[in-house]
């Protein structure tokens, strides 16, 4: 998968992708949990859906509580703080080990 966990990213399709052209200038938030088989995403503050509480002695009157929900990994890009855009991701081998880089600007992305 092309996405870790930290990785700063920008939706492109669903209900939270930029609207204006000025959304569309910042990234959409950072990643906090990846789910490789499924391969879906959490980004921290989007897609968020209410989470019903049960009663409980904790929570003794239930409620609710709003939390982010998965999105599929094709609906986000990475994003190029230096060229300030989403941008594709694609990999090449280097001292033996994988390493991922930007599609256009060949950089690579730091770990």
């Known amino acids: 998968m092309h996405l870790k966990v930290g990785d700063v990213v920008q939706i492109i399709k669903g209900q939270d992708r930029p609207q204006t052209e000025d959304e569309k200038a910042k990234p959409s938030g950072r990643i906090l949990r990846v789910d490789r088989d499924s391969r879906r995403v959490i980004v921290e503050g989007k897609n968020m859906v209410w989470k019903h509480l049960r009663k409980s002695e904790q929570n003794p009157q239930g409620?609710?509580?709003?939390?982010?929900?998965?999105?599929?990994?094709?609906?986000?890009?990475?994003?190029?703080?230096?060229?300030?855009?989403?941008?594709?991701?694609?990999?090449?081998?280097?001292?033996?080990?994988?390493?991922?880089?930007?599609?256009?600007?060949?950089?690579?992305?730091?770990?």
């Open 63 to 111: 409620g609710r509580k709003q939390r982010e929900a998965f999105i599929p990994a094709a609906n986000v890009m990475l994003w190029n703080e230096k060229a300030g855009k989403p941008e594709r991701v694609h990999y090449k081998k280097q001292g033996g080990k994988k390493v991922r880089y930007f599609k256009s600007t060949k950089t690579q992305i730091d770990e």
